[in-house]
């Protein structure tokens, strides 16, 4: 790496300092820009060459800043070193003054991120132009202001470093050629309108409990080029009858840079009833995922991290002169990062052209299952951008986007394997509905149905991570639909929620399809583990039919209409509700205890008797009553007769003998096995023949 500095006296230094040795590898042209507000600090040139081997990697470029530096100016440019070669992508990033003891910067020192948009960037204690003035010319380079992406404030002096991802190097080429320019000054036009942060707070837009419509994935302005956010509200937040998209609530997501949680505080008095959310799109070189609402940074450098120090001065990285700052990481690690600043993770457009990586470097998730680690995933986009491809197609269109396709089977998979996450919906506007290009979608297109205790970044978040979410992949002009579940002995359930139960009765309700946008027919569609299990055509705006089922699985639904011929447009699919079979508890009825009386026999030979009782379960039966012997008898069936004897004792016989007749109350007692025992009394007369009297001689 070839690297020059310069002190600046005047523009003639300056353009001298552009004038790279004639040795430079690098074959690539700096952008030309204003020259203002750049007097009295430093240049400082980098140029070099990244063999194919970097491809993927990040390498950080050391640069100093003086005390008094209040504002900087970066340019850089890159060329592929063979004509014949792929062309090449080289991100641009910036940090701050390391801290004393350190050898390399980490997320702490970050002051921003352009990815590859911008080819020159300025940095200084001023704040960000206004937004006119940024909508006249949306990437351009304004002498004396912070370029948006990057994080104005106090220029500290020390130890800086430019940042360059290597986005793509065409693994069988040469290489690519690059330069770096840096110029720093103490001018005061960097210092005459220092930033005012207007920061984001929680708010509460909405304190009932419901179903809400968002759009978890729409970019701001801090990626320069992208519509003013404002403009991406309007849109977004004005109702669907005024030729809005009809939003309750919306996350602003930003390539790799938070700087949007330092101004949101200006918009959100202006959507009562609206929520914003801040987030941040962490965009790596193998997937795109969303850190939503988290207040923890997620380091977006998956790959390895190098220093490159030429100390030779040959151009040329050799095993001594790049060092390995930190080796690449797992996605997983960030995305517990995530979760652990209260946000949640989503993963962005999986599938979107994983089979065509050059027409969108980054954009479809290749890590592994291992290292992505989805139980750490709370959400997958299974519909980003329009919902029918290309989006300019005529209307009514005539096929489905096949990456929403292709991202529902992902997201079945990955539910078959037993990861619990929300499916959800995004539009990956950037131009707040401006940009008709063939991917392109409006705020709102598509749209994800959260239902939240209230509508606030704390319920959403909360809502999301339960899974009680349905995609809209058209857009929150869709029919709404409602499914709540329930079995015997259950309360009610939402998608997301986990039953387990002898049945489930699903009940789906969809409001609107008659008079639908979109016209039908509809049809609803019960999906058991990713796979139509039962389908009724939806008739009339206030629809409602309950599924029931008795078998173990996740049971999700989908809403379709034919767009053309055969081909089936998804208007609706939701996060399913797990459902498990369990068998009904049967409780043990007790032995009955009844039992009734037969026929009683009175015996005048011996005066005894005898009792016939009809007994309805096994068990004991037992005689008793005052003057007689106690009796029982054993039963071994049930609606068994037994024979109870009756045997007077010694006083009741004399007494019979005495007078022939006697009456006696019974008591019998059945104790049915393991039942409750029951007891009747009867009053019998037991008979004797009367003893002869002797007369006295």
Not at 53 to 69: A, E, I, M, R, Y
Not at 508 to 521: E, N, Q
Not at 647 to 675: D, H, I, Q, W
Request: charge should be neutral.
């Amino acid at each position: 790496m070839r690297r020059t500095r310069t002190a600046i006296a005047g523009l003639a230094a300056i353009c001298a300092a552009f004038v790279l040795p004639a040795v430079a590898s690098a074959d690539c042209s700096l952008s030309a820009a204003s020259d203002d507000y750049l007097s009295g600090g430093t240049t400082q040139t980098f140029s070099g060459h990244f063999d194919p081997n970097l491809n993927g990697k990040f390498v950080q470029l050391p640069f100093h800043v003086d005390s008094g530096t209040r504002g900087m100016r970066i340019r850089y440019c890159f060329a592929k070193s063979d004509p014949a070669d792929d062309g090449p992508t080289l991100d641009l990033g910036v940090y701050g003054a390391r801290p004393a003891g350190e050898t390399s910067w980490s997320q702490d020192e970050r002051r921003g991120w352009s990815g590859s948009a911008l080819r020159t960037v300025g940095i200084g204690e001023n704040g960000y132009t206004d937004e006119t003035t940024y909508n006249a010319s949306r990437k351009a380079y304004v002498p004396g202001f912070t370029t948006r992406a990057f994080k104005p404030g106090p220029i500290d002096a020390g130890e800086w470093a430019v940042e360059l991802g290597a986005g793509w190097i065409d693994p069988d080429g040469a290489g690519v050629d690059w330069k770096v320019e840096v110029v720093t000054s103490p001018d005061s036009n960097w210092s005459n309108a220092p930033f005012t942060p207007d920061p984001y707070s929680s708010y509460v837009a909405d304190a009932d409990p419901g179903w809400y419509t968002g759009d978890l994935h729409a970019h701001g302005e801090m990626e320069p080029g992208n519509a003013p956010m404002r403009q991406t509200f309007d849109l977004g937040f004005k109702p669907l009858a005024q030729g809005g998209t009809g939003l309750d609530f919306m996350t602003i997501v930003d390539h790799n840079n938070d700087n949007s949680r330092s101004v949101l505080g200006g918009y959100t008095g202006d959507y009562p009833g609206k929520l914003i959310i801040p987030g941040v799109e962490v965009t790596t070189y193998d997937g795109h995922a969303n850190a939503q609402y988290s207040n923890q940074f997620a380091d977006f450098r998956f790959s390895d991290v190098y220093r490159w120090d030429d100390d030779d001065n040959d151009d040329a990285e050799t095993a001594d002169e790049l060092s390995l700052v930190r080796p690449s990481i797992d996605p997983s690690s960030q995305f517990q990062r995530i979760l652990d600043g209260d946000g949640f993770t989503q993963v962005n457009h999986p599938e979107t052209l994983k089979s065509a990586p050059a027409a969108c470097r980054g954009c479809a998730w290749t890590y592994s299952d291992e290292r992505t680690g989805w139980g750490k995933v709370s959400a997958l986009e299974i519909q980003n951008g329009a919902a029918a491809f290309p989006a300019n197609q005529p209307t009514p269109p005539s096929a489905m986007n096949p990456f929403t396709l292709d991202a529902i089977t992902l997201y079945e998979r990955l539910l078959a394997a037993g990861f619990h996450i929300a499916a959800v919906g995004s539009s990956d506007d950037h131009q707040g509905g401006g940009a008709t290009g063939p991917t392109d979608s409006e705020v709102g297109r598509g749209a994800t149905v959260v239902h939240a205790d209230q509508l606030s970044p704390g319920a959403i978040v909360a809502a999301v991570k339960a899974g009680h979410t349905y995609v809209k992949p058209f857009g929150a002009d869709a029919p709404d639909v409602d499914l709540t579940a329930s079995g015997p002995g259950t309360g009610t359930a939402l998608p997301g929620d986990s039953v387990t139960s002898s049945s489930l009765d699903i009940k789906i309700d969809v409001k609107g399809a008659a008079s639908a946008v979109r016209p039908g027919p509809y049809t609803l569609k019960l999906l058991q583990d990713g796979i139509e299990v039962g389908s009724v055509p939806v008739t009339g705006d206030d629809f409602s039919h309950t599924f029931t089922v008795t078998e173990t699985g996740r049971y999700s639904f989908e809403l379709t209409r034919i767009l053309t011929g055969t081909n089936v447009g998804i208007e609706a699919y939701s996060t399913p509700v797990w459902f498990t079979y369990k068998k009904p508890d049967v409780t043990p009825q007790p032995p009955s205890n009844a039992f009734r009386f037969g026929a009683f026999k009175a015996n005048r030979k011996n005066g005894t008797g005898t009792l016939k009782v009809r007994v309805a379960s096994p068990g004991r039966v037992k005689l008793t009553g005052k003057g007689i012997a106690a009796a029982s008898a054993r039963v071994k069936a049930k609606n068994q007769t037994v024979t109870l004897r009756i045997r007077p004792k010694a006083a009741l016989k004399k007494r019979l003998k005495k007078r022939g007749v006697a009456s006696v109350r019974l008591r019998v007692t059945n104790a049915p096995t393991g039942g409750k025992a029951l007891s009747k009394s009867k009053t019998v007369k037991l008979r004797a023949k009367k003893a002869k009297k002797h007369r006295r001689r």
